[in-house]
C-alpha cells in the first residue's frame, strides 16, 4: 500500500521560511504534488514534482528526491494568508500497469503564522 | 469558469434516511472521485471513476454508493446514512494521463448524521 508521513502542525513567523516535509513509501511511484487547503475551504493545487530536483514558482518550492522517498515545501516570505493545512500527494500507477494513476494523500500538515 | 460544484453543501439528516450529493464538472475530465476528510485523518478516497460507467471503490467505500452514468456527474449515494458518516465530503476531478497532477475540487459538502 501507499504511506505518506508529514508533521501535524508547524509554527512560523511572518516574514520568515518554513519548510514541510514529505516521506512517502509507495509502489509504482510517478510523482509528489502539494495541495493547500484554508479552514472550510477545498484544497487548491500548489505544485508537482516528477524529477528530483527544486521547483520554484512565486515564494512556494517544492522539492523531490526520489531516491530517498522525500519532498518538501518551501514557503518563503510567510504572510498570514499562509495560514493553512498543507498536503503532500504521491501520484502513482496500479502495478498491473492498467489504468489510470492514483492520488494519495497525507493527512496533512497545519501551518499557524504568527505576527 | 472551469470548476466543480456539488450540493448540497450543507446536510443534517437522520440514520437511516437515503440521501444523494450530486457532483459535477465542466471541465471534460474523464477521471472523478469522492473523499471524505475527518480531523487528523487527512482525505480518504471513497470511490473513483475513470470514465463513464466505470467506477472503482477507493480505501473508505463501506455505506456509499456511487455511478457515473454521464461524464460530467459523479453523485454519491448513502443508501442508509450512519452517524460514523458524518464528515466533510469532497467531490473532485482531473485528467486521467499527462499535465501536471492537478486535481480539482469541489466547495465541500458538511454532512451530519443524526
Known amino acids: 500500500g501507499q504511506s505518506l508521513e508529514q508533521p501535524s502542525e508547524v509554527t512560523a513567523v511572518e516574514g520568515a521560511i518554513v519548510q514541510i516535509n514529505c516521506t512517502y513509501q509507495?509502489?509504482?511511484?510517478?510523482?509528489l504534488s502539494w495541495y493547500q487547503q484554508h479552514d472550510g475551504g477545498a484544497p487548491t493545487f500548489l505544485s508537482y514534482n516528477a524529477l528530483d530536483g527544486l521547483e520554484e514558482t512565486g515564494r512556494f518550492s517544492s522539492f523531490l528526491s526520489r531516491s530517498d522517498s522525500y519532498g518538501y515545501l518551501l514557503l518563503q516570505e510567510l504572510q498570514m494568508k499562509d495560514s493553512a493545512s498543507y498536503f503532500c500527494a504521491v501520484r502513482s500507477y496500479p502495478s498491473s500497469g492498467a489504468g489510470s494513476y492514483q492520488l494519495t494523500f497525507g493527512k496533512g500538515t497545519k501551518l499557524s503564522v504568527i505576527p | 469558469e472551469a470548476q466543480v460544484t456539488q450540493n448540497p453543501r450543507y446536510l443534517i439528516t437522520v440514520t437511516g434516511k437515503k440521501l444523494t450529493v450530486t457532483c459535477s464538472q465542466n471541465?471534460?475530465?474523464?477521471?472523478m472521485s469522492w473523499y471524505r476528510q475527518d480531523p487528523g485523518l487527512g482525505l480518504r478516497q471513497i470511490y473513483y471513476?475513470?470514465?463513464?460507467?466505470?467506477?472503482d471503490k477507493g480505501d473508505v467505500p463501506e455505506g456509499y454508493k456511487v455511478s457515473r452514468k454521464e461524464k460530467r456527474n459523479f453523485p454519491l449515494i448513502l443508501e442508509s446514512p450512519s452517524p460514523n458518516q458524518t464528515s466533510l465530503y469532497f467531490c473532485?476531478?482531473?485528467?486521467?494521463?499527462?499535465?501536471?497532477?492537478?486535481?480539482?475540487f469541489g466547495p465541500g459538502t458538511r454532512l451530519t448524521v443524526l
Open positions: 471513476s475513470m470514465n463513464v460507467e466505470v467506477t
Open positions: 471541465m471534460n475530465h474523464e477521471y
Open positions: 473532485a476531478s482531473r485528467k486521467t494521463s499527462g499535465g501536471r497532477n492537478e486535481q480539482f
Open positions: 509507495t509502489s509504482g511511484f510517478y510523482g
